[in-house]
């Protein structure tokens, strides 16, 4: 499932000529494109839809979308196990690949 989903952008920078930010997901980070919202300011919450940062949104309403989200399950089920998907990314196997 690809979902819309609140983060908070806790920096700004360019990469090849694009504005980008790094966005946290409640403890998640990822790289997200700013160009559909290039006002947005470290500390703002916007929502993020396959790595693009589409409408910027007020805090209370982010942390209400992330509660139900987590209420029902939905952010594991988008963003699993953070240390999980960040060992896979650095080529170690995850346990149940490593038993004999």
């Given amino acids: 499932m690809c979902l ?3 983060g908070r952008v806790v920096a700004r920078h360019e990469r090849d000529d694009t504005l980008m930010a790094d966005v946290d ?3 998640v980070r990822k790289e997200v ?3 559909y919202v290039p006002h947005v300011a470290v500390d703002d919450w916007v929502i ?4 693009f940062a589409i409408q910027q ?3 209370a309403s982010a942390r209400e979308t992330l ?3 987590e209420q029902l399950g939905i952010l594991e089920e988008e963003f699993g196990d953070g240390f999980t ?3 896979r990314q650095a080529g170690v196997p995850a346990e149940e ?3 004999p």
Avoid: S
Avoid at 48 to 51: A, L, Q, R, T, Y
């Fill in 4 to 6: 819309a989903v609140p």
């Fill in 57 to 59: 949104l007020d805090e």
């Fill in 97 to 99: 690949e490593v038993r």
């Fill in 67 to 69: 509660a139900a989200f």
């Fill in 25 to 27: 997901f409640g403890g």
């Fill in 33 to 35: 494109c700013l160009e």
């Fill in 85 to 87: 998907a960040a060992a």
């Fill in 48 to 51: 993020v839809h396959v790595g």
